[in-house]
């Protein structure tokens, strides 16, 4: 919401749309949700799955998921394409930090219990 704020950005607009939001465009929430959420499900799956077609499989589904939030916000003319790709981007990113962030906690308290 805050860089929904900080932008402004106008939402498209059509003669007739599917949707009409009184809100900023820029960026998707519902598509920086859905980024966060499947790219956690997926991450869990693949750091706790050994086979590797499970974990494709996970990655794909989330692939997809994410993909058809990004083109429903778009299709039903909430937003603008840019507003979808910066908010998986933004999502990724703070998915990325996160998945580190607990990587390198349980790296740590592994080494500690070996000492």
Same mark, same amino acid.
């Not at 949700?33 to 499900?41: E, M």
């Not at 997809?64 to 990113?93: I, N, Q, T």
């Given at each position: ?22 809100? !900023? ?5 519902? =598509? ?5 959420? !499947? ?7 693949? =750091? ?26 778009? !299709? ?40």
């Amino acid at each position: 919401m805050l860089l929904k704020h900080v932008y402004q950005r106008a939402r498209p607009v059509f003669d007739e749309p599917f949707l009409t939001l009184a809100t !900023y465009s820029f960026p998707s929430g519902h =598509t920086a949700a859905a980024t966060l959420f !499947y790219g956690l499900l997926a991450s869990y799956v693949v =750091t706790t799955n050994p086979s590797w077609r499970m974990r494709m499989a996970a990655v794909a589904g989330a692939v997809c998921m994410v993909l058809l939030v990004a083109l429903s916000r778009v !299709y039903l003319g909430a937003h603008f394409v840019s507003d979808v790709l910066a908010a998986m981007a933004e999502s990724l990113a703070w998915l990325a930090i996160c998945i580190t962030s607990v990587s390198t906690l349980r790296r740590r308290r592994a080494a500690r219990k070996e000492q």
